[in-house]
């Protein structure tokens, strides 16, 4: 009995011991694959980490490169010097004006400008709006009067044109043109009563 006893004692010694073994074994696994996630995940985050560093690098390169560009090369405002060839002032400058003015055969009413059937004698009278002044000129028998001048203008500033036909009796009103000054070179052309007007600046 006593020697039966014993080996119960080493048989149930030996089924502890290897449950314990194949305890710590499945504890080994699940640790090594527990550790392998964990690896997985540092990998995942240090990949999106690079990644995302790439990125802002790129970025910063491609700032950097349109900061260098020169302004014609992106399409900005030219700068004081780009502005030179044909610049545009907000100062007073003497700019020369020409004023063109084709008249028509008849008035508008379709009765002739004078007794016979004439050309009219267009007085030709231009306005500057900052200085108030005035500069005229008469023609006779013209349809197609001009007249050109110099003067102080800012882009601001525009000049009202009006045409008449001179008479003893009454002046008969030929047609009326208002130019505005961009403040560079430019023509202005409209089309008023029985007058077609272009004036151009210099």
Do not use: H
Not at 26 to 35: D, S, T, W
Not at 88 to 108: D, E, M, R, Y
Request: proline share 5%; hydrophobic share 35%; aromatic share 4%.
């Amino acid at each position: 009995m006593a020697y039966r006893g014993a080996f119960r004692w080493l048989l149930l010694s030996a089924a502890v011991t290897v449950a314990a073994c194949d305890r710590s074994d499945r504890e080994a696994e699940l640790e090594g694959k527990v550790a392998d996630l964990e690896a997985q995940q540092r990998a995942t985050k240090e990949n999106d980490l690079a990644a995302r560093e790439r990125a802002l690098a790129e970025k910063e390169a491609a700032l950097t490169a349109n900061a260098e560009e020169s302004p014609e090369e992106k399409g900005a405002t030219p700068g004081p010097r780009a502005k030179e060839k044909g610049k545009t002032t907000s100062k007073p400058a003497k700019v020369s004006v020409a004023i063109s003015v084709a008249i028509g055969l008849t008035k508008p009413n379709g009765k002739s400008w004078d007794v016979g059937g004439g050309a009219p004698d267009p007085l030709v009278s231009a306005r500057i709006s900052s200085s108030g002044k005035t500069v005229s000129r008469s023609f006779r028998d013209s349809l197609n009067p001009s007249t050109s001048f110099s003067a102080e203008l800012a882009p601001s500033d525009s000049i009202s044109i009006t045409v008449v036909d001179s008479d003893m009796s009454a002046n008969d009103p030929i047609g009326s043109f208002t130019a505005s000054y961009s403040g560079s070179p430019t023509t202005r052309k409209g089309k008023n009563g029985a007058a077609t007007f272009s004036v151009t600046f210099q």
